[in-house]
C-alpha cells in the first residue's frame, strides 16, 4: 500500500518492549482505548512496513502491542519509537461535536466580532483541560466551546470569541 503521507494517521507511538516474548509498550494517541482491539494490520513508520497485530491490551494503563513474528526482546527493541499508523480511512468514528486535531491545522480563524482574520491553525498545543489552537504559530486560543463557537473543517474555517485581552497576552 503506497499512501502519501497526508494518507495516514499515526494511532501510538511504540516504546519500550515488555516481558521477553516480544511485547512492546506504546503511547496512544486515541482518548478511545477500543480502537486498538479491533486492530489486525497496522503500519509502522519510519519503515513503512506493514504488521500484523497479534493482540492489544492495556497493562496497568499502558497499552501493549504484540505484532505476530516479534517474539523476542531483541526483536521488539528494533520497533522502539516507531509511530502505528492506519489508513485514514480507518479513523474512529467520532462522536457529535467532536474533531479530529489534524483536521483542524490548516482551518482559517475568524474573530466573530469584528469579523477580522486572526490566521490559520498551524498545529494543536495540550492545555490540561482543553487544548490549544495555534494560530499563524504564535496565537493561543483555548479550543472551549464559549471561544470556539463554529467550527468547521469541511469548510477549513473557525469562528472564535475571544476574551478581551487575549489576543494580545496570550501570544508564544
Do not use: Y
Not at 515488555?18 to 486498538?36: C, M, Q
Amino acid at each position: 500500500m503506497n499512501l502519501p503521507e497526508a494518507g495516514w494517521i499515526t494511532i501510538a507511538v511504540l516504546g519500550k518492549t515488555r516481558g521477553n516474548r516480544g511485547e512492546i509498550t506504546a503511547f496512544s494517541l486515541s482518548d478511545k482505548p477500543e480502537r486498538f482491539q479491533a486492530l489486525s494490520e497496522v503500519f509502522l513508520f519510519g519503515s513503512g512496513q506493514p504488521c500484523e497485530v497479534e493482540s492489544t491490551w492495556f497493562h496497568m494503563g499502558t497499552l501493549i502491542f504484540k505484532f505476530r513474528g516479534v517474539d523476542t526482546i531483541s526483536q521488539a527493541e528494533l520497533l522502539a519509537g516507531a509511530e502505528v499508523r492506519v489508513p485514514a480511512n480507518q479513523r474512529a468514528p467520532l462522536e457529535e461535536n467532536e474533531f479530529f486535531q489534524a483536521d483542524l491545522v490548516g482551518c482559517e480563524v475568524f474573530d466573530t466580532r469584528n469579523g477580522e482574520r486572526l490566521g490559520s491553525v498551524t498545529g494543536w498545543e495540550d492545555g490540561g483541560g482543553h487544548g490549544l489552537l495555534v494560530v499563524n504559530g504564535s496565537l493561543l486560543i483555548p479550543f472551549a466551546r464559549s471561544i470556539c463557537k463554529e467550527i468547521d473543517p469541511a469548510a477549513r474555517r473557525i469562528a472564535v470569541e475571544l476574551p478581551e485581552g487575549l489576543k494580545d497576552l496570550n501570544q508564544t
